[in-house]
């Protein structure tokens, strides 16, 4: 098969696209031939050797987390899926075993034609006629995301809200539920991005420099920013408001020179905020809805992780395979 293939840590303009063998389903897994996935921040940083004494590569690597695609075999022991079933998830890297949750969701990797996942996790499952591959690839992980900040944060109709990395993947997820749920969204942005996100829910665009923030919302999400540079955010929250971040390094209170403001990490590991299914149902029947910035082919699979390291990016990337 081909994949996205990393030989060693480095940069994302290491890999390249090469032939591997199809790997092959363990008791409990899925072998999925892969019609879709999209990029992830994890998909660069963890090549990188960024976090190679917690959780070490074996080579070689593929890079993939979400994915849509077709169940091509099951494994022993595994119900509820039969070849032919249309599945879409999120599921990491199996050297981060020692990072994630009791039912973890693990793959060999989705830039890739086929791939194998374990199928007793809430992370995976059938997906909706109403979805596409490619809608549904690139949910998987801000789908996930958005939903366990929003429903962290608590938001009550009519409360002022600063989303910042409000273009990403996860802010354009975020952004329609926010409107949904009749918050009034500052988002950042950048003029060219300024229509879209007002498309997606915002009411007001702010760009990039915090000395432009509004002042006194009453939640305040940092979707990009790194966790330990988050004192601009905060002055933007207004005492006794929230402030909930998706990104490492895990913030201190302290850092934010802030203690009249709810400090929140949002990391749902194991799925107890909603999994999947919820995903499915939301962009179903709900607001929630894929905003895909770019489409690539499973040939330009190593061009597309360079691309999201190096390139202002809207929404997903996507290579469709």
């Known amino acids: 098969m081909q994949a996205v293939v990393v030989r060693d840590y480095g940069p994302p303009e290491q890999y390249a696209v090469a032939e591997l063998p199809v790997p092959r389903p363990g008791p409990g ?8 996935a999209s990029i992830n921040p994890g998909d660069v940083v963890i090549p990188s050797g ?14 993939g987390n979400d994915f849509a695609g077709t169940v091509a075999e099951v494994g022993p022991a595994v119900r509820g899926y039969v070849p032919g079933d249309e599945i879409f998830g999120y599921a990491a890297p199996r050297a981060l075993r020692p990072m994630l949750g009791p039912r973890p969701s693990m793959s060999t990797g989705s830039l890739a034609q086929y791939t194998v996942v374990e199928a007793d996790t809430p992370f995976v499952t059938h997906r909706p006629a109403g979805l596409t591959a490619e809608q549904a690839a690139a ?9 366990a900040v929003l429903a962290t944060a608590g938001i009550r109709p009519g409360e002022r809200v600063l989303v910042v990395g409000a273009t990403g993947g996860v802010g354009t997820t975020l952004l329609p539920l926010l409107a949904a749920a009749r918050a009034t969204v500052v988002a950042t942005a950048t003029e060219h991005d300024a229509d879209l996100v007002r498309d997606l829910g915002a009411t007001e665009v ?5 000395r432009g923030y509004p002042e006194g919302v009453d939640a305040a999400f940092n979707l990009t920013l790194p966790s330990d540079r988050l004192t601009g955010v905060a002055r933007a929250v207004r005492p006794g408001g929230r402030l909930l971040t998706i990104t490492y390094p895990v913030p201190r209170q302290d850092w934010i020179g802030r203690d009249d403001v709810d400090l929140r990490f949002v990391l749902d590991m194991e ?22 910035g770019r489409r690539y082919t499973l040939g330009e699979g190593a061009q597309a992780c360079v691309d999201f390291e190096r390139r202002h990016t809207t929404g997903k990337l996507v290579v469709v395979m």
Do not use: K
Request: proline fraction near 7%; charge should be positive.
């Open 29 to 36: 897994q899925l072998l999925v031939r892969v019609a879709a």
């Open 50 to 63: 960024r976090f190679r004494d917690a959780a070490p590569l074996t080579f070689p690597h593929v890079p």
């Open 271 to 292: 799925g107890a905020l909603g999994g999947m299914r919820e995903v499915a149902d939301l962009a179903t029947n709900g607001p929630l809805r894929a905003t895909i």
């Open 139 to 147: 949910l998987a992980t801000t789908g996930l995301a958005a939903r």
């Open 206 to 210: 702010v760009g990039y420099d915090e």
